[in-house]
Every structure is written in structure tokens, then in C-alpha cells.
């Protein structure tokens, strides 16, 4: 049982390049989320998803997008990437229900030069 | 908005002795508080959550959490530390829109022999 599961869990891009990190789930929760950790402060919410086929943003949405074709995978992209970008990535996933916890993934290393 | 204050950014303990860290949220009505912890490298893994019901919760790694909304609290303690509990510790709310977890910027654990 994998749980949440991203790849990739390193990557060095350069400015200007684009990327997609995929976080798949075998846990059939509905609720999909991207956050960003850097360090000082803390992990702040990029985009989620309540379900198949939908998306919304969170704190941090620029530069960002995301879908969510299939309930198992949550898709982030970088469409340019930028230094400010290099950050260190987390996907969780959700029981629908605010007093559900969430899930981790082990998180996808991004450096941007 | 739901948010919360972690006040320590690095608190060091010496293995045996107790250990205390705090967090404050900011919420009008009742909050939906977890703690996560999370070890060098790794995701972040759920110790505890509360809601309702019982103030004092019990988590797991021997881990328990007072809150007290008359000082907008939600400490997290443990009676005798371990090596091993040397890691990154963060305190979050839950959110109304989609449930995203609203985290402070984390307290990092050392633990001295």
C-alpha cells in the first residue's frame, strides 16, 4: 500500500523551463492538495482539488496550475520556471470532512537555477 | 482567516526531560487543530488532531495536546523526550474552503543526549 506517492523527488531545472510533478494516491480520498515548504515558513497551500475534474487555488497560486483528470493523480505544473519557485513540495490527500486529517507524500526536492 | 502562531522556532531538550510546544490559532468559531511532525526528508506524519469533545488529547508516540480556548491554545507535550523525536513539529487549523490545513512555520526539536 503506497499511500501518496510523488515523483519525481529531485529535480534541478533552469529558469525559464517547464515541469509537472505528479502525486498519485491509492487511497480513494477525494480531497487532493499541493503545498510548498520553505524553510521559515512553514507549508503554504498552492492549489487543490475537491474532486475529479475540479481545481482551485490557494495562497500561492502563481506561476502554478494543476489538474486533477483522474481521482487517483493531482498533477502541478511550472509552466516557466522561476528561482523564486525553488521550493520543496508536498501533496496531500483527504477524506472529505474538515476534521479529516490529511495524507503526505514524501515530497519532490525543485531547485530552479 | 483561520491561521496560527507557533512562538519557538528552535527549542532544545536534553533526552529524558519533558517538552512543551506551543501554538496559538486564531479562529471565531470552534478550530479543527492537528500537529504534524515531520523528520528530515521525509512528509509530514499526523500526531494528534482535535475538534470537539475532550481538551486533552492523546496522540501518537506517546504525544498529547491541551487545548484551551480561553487563551486560543493548543500546546503539544510529551513527558520524557527520546532521541528520536528530533524533528520538525508544526501546528495547523483547518480551513473552511476545501479543507486546506492552514499551518504555522513549525518548531524544530533538538534533543541533546
Known amino acids: 500500500n503506497a499511500g501518496v506517492t510523488q515523483t519525481p523527488k529531485f529535480r534541478v531545472l533552469k529558469t525559464g523551463q517547464s515541469m509537472t510533478l505528479l502525486c498519485a494516491q491509492d487511497m480513494n480520498h477525494e480531497y487532493m492538495y499541493w503545498y510548498r515548504q520553505d524553510p521559515g515558513m512553514g507549508l503554504r497551500l498552492i492549489h487543490y482539488?475537491?474532486?475529479?475534474?475540479?481545481?482551485a487555488k490557494g495562497e500561492v497560486p502563481d506561476g502554478y496550475n494543476v489538474s486533477r483528470l483522474k481521482k487517483q493523480n493531482f498533477l502541478l505544473g511550472l509552466e516557466s520556471a522561476a528561482p523564486s519557485q525553488t521550493s520543496v513540495y508536498f501533496c496531500?490527500?483527504?477524506?472529505?470532512?474538515?476534521?479529516?486529517?490529511?495524507?503526505f507524500g514524501d515530497g519532490t526536492r525543485l531547485s530552479i537555477l | 482567516a483561520q491561521s496560527v502562531t507557533q512562538p519557538d522556532i528552535h527549542i532544545t531538550v536534553s533526552e529524558g526531560a519533558s517538552l512543551e510546544l506551543r501554538c496559538n490559532y486564531s479562529y471565531g468559531a470552534t478550530p479543527y487543530l492537528f500537529w504534524y511532525v515531520q523528520s528530515p526528508g521525509q512528509g509530514l506524519q499526523l500526531l494528534l488532531k482535535?475538534?470537539?469533545?475532550?481538551?486533552l488529547v492523546q496522540g501518537i508516540k506517546g504525544f498529547e495536546a491541551e487545548f484551551k480556548r480561553s487563551q486560543s491554545s493548543f500546546n503539544l507535550r510529551k513527558p520524557s523526550v527520546h532521541w528520536s523525536d528530533a524533528a520538525e513539529y508544526f501546528c495547523?487549523?483547518?480551513?473552511?474552503?476545501?479543507?486546506?490545513?492552514?499551518f504555522g512555520k513549525g518548531t524544530s526539536l533538538l534533543v541533546t543526549p
Open positions: 496531500a490527500t483527504a477524506e472529505q470532512g474538515r476534521n479529516q486529517p490529511q495524507h
Open positions: 482539488s475537491v474532486g475529479e475534474g475540479t481545481t
Open positions: 495547523a487549523v483547518g480551513a473552511v474552503a476545501g479543507y486546506a490545513l492552514n
Open positions: 482535535y475538534f470537539s469533545g475532550d481538551t
